[in-house]
């Protein structure tokens, strides 16, 4: 069996943006988000995906203020390749263009 596999990342998002890019890459069930949920558990089969979402400060930048949320996801059952492929999806999802 393979070890868990675990990463955290500090996002600018509201829950309601969190809740729309997980809809994009994990389907309805990641609407639960928007409605307060703080932890959002998906199972199939052997694999089991955990994601952990706890409010932070809004970050201030002068007179604008950015949302803030902590974002824990916990991978267990897969391979190290699909645990790279799920990370390489979340990031490519909630990638903001810039310029």
Same mark, same amino acid.
């Given at each position: =069996?393979?070890?868990?596999?675990?990463?955290?990342?500090? +996002? &600018?998002?509201?829950?309601? &943006?969190?809740?729309?890019?997980?809809?994009?890459?994990?389907?309805?069930?990641?609407? &639960? !988000? *928007?409605?307060?949920? +703080?932890?959002?558990? !998906?199972?199939?089969?052997?694999?089991?995906?955990?994601?952990?979402?706890?409010?932070?400060?809004?970050?201030?930048?002068?007179?604008?203020?950015?949302? *803030?949320? =902590?974002?824990?996801? %916990?991978? !267990?059952?897969? *391979?190290?390749?699909?645990?790279? &492929?799920?990370?390489?999806?979340?990031?490519? %999802?909630?990638?903001?263009?810039?310029?």
């Amino acid at each position: =069996m393979t070890e868990p596999f675990r990463f955290a990342k500090e +996002m &600018s998002e509201t829950r309601e &943006s969190l809740a729309r890019g997980l809809v994009r890459l994990l389907g309805p069930r990641g609407e &639960s !988000i *928007a409605r307060g949920e +703080m932890q959002l558990e !998906i199972v199939e089969g052997d694999k089991r995906l955990a994601l952990e979402v706890a409010d932070l400060p809004p970050r201030k930048f002068g007179p604008v203020e950015l949302p *803030a949320l =902590m974002v824990t996801a %916990t991978l !267990i059952g897969y *391979a190290p390749a699909e645990a790279e &492929s799920f990370v390489r999806d979340f990031e490519r %999802t909630f990638q903001r263009g810039g310029g």
